[in-house]
């Protein structure tokens, strides 16, 4: 899961408010929780209650039926089960707020009843469901139903669409909110093949993380198959107003009718990312590659799950300049969702190879300066926000003993400084022997779970001793847990990014704006460094004029918005407002509103217009995302507002949320 690289990711995550790259703080465990099990191989996942160095699930089917006049989900999960351990005689599952209806298991071909016992939740891992199966049965059924309010799960009305004519509702499983909506070994230490039997009603399509039918008739019934093994956080579910429009034989877009040509315009190139990956790192093994366009309630930017990546509209802008955001996800293909962290300590073997990847893809599709304005975005903010980290969070791999929140654990240093370990590799070993390395990794642990210690014995010895005298054995621990960057590590530079720094500092040392023949041309890319470079305060004269130069407000790129709405409040260019209450109500995306209600909150004033955008939006945000922003409004400190200038504009009334 990837937004487009940026500053504000990293400095919202030193304040533990943005969860736009997920990274959602959770509340503290409770103090009698019973304590999840060490996984197979000892590596012990703290977010799940599975115990699969007992029992582990080889294949799940689900029957489910979606009702969105009650916003749940209900049906049966039904579990094919290899024993580990011969003394097992309980298998134990993660839950959150789910009714568990009954649990049976299958013996001599029929289904007889069950015990079991559903624990009291805990706020961060929910309920631990466990079923006495003194037989070891082979297969175990849980009938159950979802809440209204599944943290996995967002249901929308017509209203908040883009077409505005039917319901719409999606999951978002990474990291532990699978639970929320199915009864599972909720951990990616397991993985598992599914099929599905979905109804709904017969208005809507229902997709899946799975063989969806690009022909597939609206009739209210939907079957669905996933026959490669993936952990729980990669099933996914949505259902809606979607159609499908093909970019080549192997991808596609579905969305809502009036959204799918511009997706198919903008990820065009789509196919074109598959064939340079495959180029690189071996072949893609999941069949297809389709986009599912999201409403702009979706918390993230984009979800990996495999064959239908979940995509923000946020980034169709209409001049490709946030597709890298595509191939982030597509990279997933590879590292994550075919080699895979064994639980979220490990989560830099997910985020900072696919990130690595990303941008090979960027480079060989876009060129290499295009690749370096993104390293650079990316590194900036590394460098500014990790400081403010706390040390155990600066390290790529979390010790053994060390505790992190499932989702603070894939921060900004998993996706960055991973990214940048790898890139050191490549530059120590070269890129024909590192590209190598990485196929061959890809090949050798396809298909399954590991942890960094997994990882760093194969790279010892496969590239490390297979090229003595290049690495040593010190660099390798400091990159990988001790804080910080070190300091020899390589640097980018960016041609553009050099123009954009001389027209920034001359326009800061005269009031003469950069000529329109350069800024003319500026990408987005180069837009956002000059914003990131800008002082934290502009004056009221200087924001009127780039303003009125260049239209930031109102803009409908909103990785410029995310830049120029915090830079405006901080600078009490009230004039923003009404076009920032207007955008933060609309977008659900926490990467791009988490900056804005982290500035409003920062002052008396600021705090009463974030409670009142927040109150109009709720409806329309996912249950993540209202989370977050609880969280930032309930640790507001705010200090009193300057009494308002003569002239100043009075405060804005929030425009109500379009979902």
């Known amino acids: 899961m990837r937004p487009i690289r940026s500053a504000v990711c990293v400095l919202a995550l030193a304040a533990l408010a943005l969860a736009a790259c997920n990274r ?56 094919t089960l290899r024993w580990v351990d011969a003394a097992a005689t309980q298998l134990v599952l993660d839950t959150r707020d789910l009714t568990i209806e009954k649990v049976e298991g299958e013996a001599g071909g029929a289904w007889q009843p069950l015990r079991y016992a559903l624990a009291e939740a805990d706020a961060t891992l929910g309920s ?21 309010g599944a943290s996995g799960l967002q249901w929308l009305t017509p209203e908040m669409t883009e077409g505005k004519r039917l319901p719409f509702m999606f999951s978002q499983s990474q990291q532990i909110h699978a639970r929320s909506w199915v009864p599972l070994q909720d951990t990616p230490a397991i993985r598992y093949t ?22 597939a008739a609206r009739d209210g019934e939907y079957t669905f198959s996933m026959p ?14 979607l159609v499908f429009k093909e970019i080549s034989a192997r991808a596609g877009v579905w969305a809502e009718p009036s959204m799918v040509d511009r997706a198919v315009a903008e990820f065009a190139d789509t196919e074109k990312m598959i064939a340079v990956t495959e180029q690189l ?16 309630s979706f918390p993230y930017g984009g979800m990996e799950n495999p064959r239908l990546s979940f995509i923000t509209p946020t980034v169709i802008v209409g001049d490709k300049s946030l597709v890298s955001l595509i191939a982030h996800e597509l990279a997933h293909s590879w590292s994550g969702n075919l080699v895979t962290f064994a639980s979220a300590k490990h989560g830099w073997l997910n985020e900072g190879f696919t990130s690595y990847v990303e941008n090979r893809i960027v480079e060989s599709l876009y060129g290499k300066e295009v690749s370096d304005m993104e390293y650079v975005i990316a590194r900036n903010a590394l460098v500014d926000g990790i400081a403010a980290m706390p040390e155990a969070t600066q390290a790529l791999a979390v010790k053994p003993g060390t505790e992190l929140d ?5 921060s900004a240093v998993a996706y960055d400084k991973g990214a940048w370990f790898l890139q050191f590799l490549e530059q120590r070993f070269g890129r024909e022997t590192f590209d190598a390395f990485l196929r061959g990794y890809f090949d050798h642990f396809a298909f399954q779970s590991i942890t960094t210690e997994q990882f760093l014995d194969y790279a010892r010895a496969n590239l490390f001793d297979a090229n003595p005298g290049t690495v040593t054995e010190a660099e390798i621990q400091e990159w990988v847990y001790a804080p910080g960057i070190p300091a020899y590590a390589p640097q980018v530079m960016s041609r553009n990014f050099g123009i954009v720094d001389s027209a920034r500092l001359a326009w800061l040392g005269s009031p003469q704006l950069p000529p329109r023949q350069i800024t003319d041309a500026w990408s987005t890319q180069e837009w956002l460094h000059f914003l990131e470079s800008l002082p934290q305060t502009l004056t009221i004269e200087q924001l009127t004029q780039l303003d009125e130069a260049y239209g930031f407000t109102g803009t409908d790129n909103g990785e410029i918005a995310m830049r120029w709405y915090p830079l405006a409040i901080r600078s009490g260019y009230t004039q923003a407002n009404e076009a920032l209450a207007a955008f933060t109500a609309r977008v659900g995306r926490r990467k791009l509103i988490m900056p804005i209600y982290t500035a409003l909150v920062q ?9 009142e955008i927040f109150e109009k939006a709720r409806p329309g945000y996912h249950p993540i995302t209202t989370g977050s922003v609880e969280r930032v409004i309930a640790e507001a400190t705010p200090a009193p507002a300057p009494a308002p200038a003569a002239g100043e504009p009075t405060p804005v009334e929030v425009p109500p949320a379009a979902g």
């Open 406 to 410: 499932a989702d603070d654990a894939l």
């Open 128 to 148: 631990r469901l466990t079923i006495e199966t003194p037989e070891r049965n082979a297969r175990v059924r849980v009938t159950y139903v979802t809440s209204p």
């Open 603 to 611: 002052t008396e004033p600021g705090l009463a217009l974030a409670k």
């Open 281 to 296: 790192y071996g072949p893609y093994r999941w069949e297809r590659y389709d986009l599912l366009i999201l409403p702009p």
């Open 194 to 215: 599914y099929t599905a039997r979905v109804t709904s009603r017969p208005d809507v399509m229902v997709l899946m993380s799975a063989d969806n039918a690009t022909d």
């Open 228 to 241: 490669q093994k993936i952990p729980s956080y990669l099933m996914a579910i949505a259902a809606g107003d």
């Open 24 to 79: 959602e703080p959770a509340p503290a465990a409770a103090a009698d929780a019973p304590p999840p099990v060490a996984a197979a191989g000892g590596d012990r996942d703290e977010h799940s209650y599975a115990e699969p160095a007992k029992v582990v699930t080889e294949d799940l089917a689900l029957d489910l039926a979606l009702d969105f006049d009650a916003r749940t989900i209900a049906g049966t999960a039904t579990y």
